[in-house]
């Protein structure tokens, strides 16, 4: 079984930076990749980027490229997103997702198999 736990979420000024975690516990296998969603209220869940967890290629929403970084720590089984340049519009739920068996980077809710339980991001103005 596979669970994912997000953390660092929080209340930020815009411009501000914020870096989020997702520990997975469990196994992992060089086929996964690691995606990052968002949830702004009122709207779809929306994809934000993914990583592979065996090489560390990434892959970013345009809303984000440029301002957002996905690492990982193979060690930890810890994948994080450093989020830089931070505004309003970036306020939302965000959510670490697992696709066990990745082709190529997916940016969409059916890629990903399993998910974590969201950590709340506001950014004020």
């Known amino acids: 079984q596979v669970r994912l736990v997000e953390s660092g979420g929080g209340l930020v000024q815009a411009g501000d930076s914020l870096t989020l975690a997702c520990v997975i516990n469990g196994r992992t296998f060089s086929t996964w990749a690691i995606g990052w969603f968002r949830q702004a209220p009122g709207r779809e869940r929306e994809f934000v980027s993914a990583?592979?967890?065996?090489?560390?290629?990434?892959r970013y929403a345009d809303s984000v490229k440029g301002r957002f970084i996905a690492r990982r720590d193979n060690a930890k089984n810890t994948v994080y997103l450093l989020m830089n340049t931070l505004s309003p519009e970036d306020t939302a739920v965000y959510y670490c997702a697992v696709d066990t068996n990745w082709i190529s980077l997916g940016t969409r809710d059916h890629d990903y198999d399993y998910w974590g339980q969201g950590t709340q991001v506001t950014v004020s103005a």
């Open positions: 990583i592979s967890w065996s090489s560390g290629i990434t």
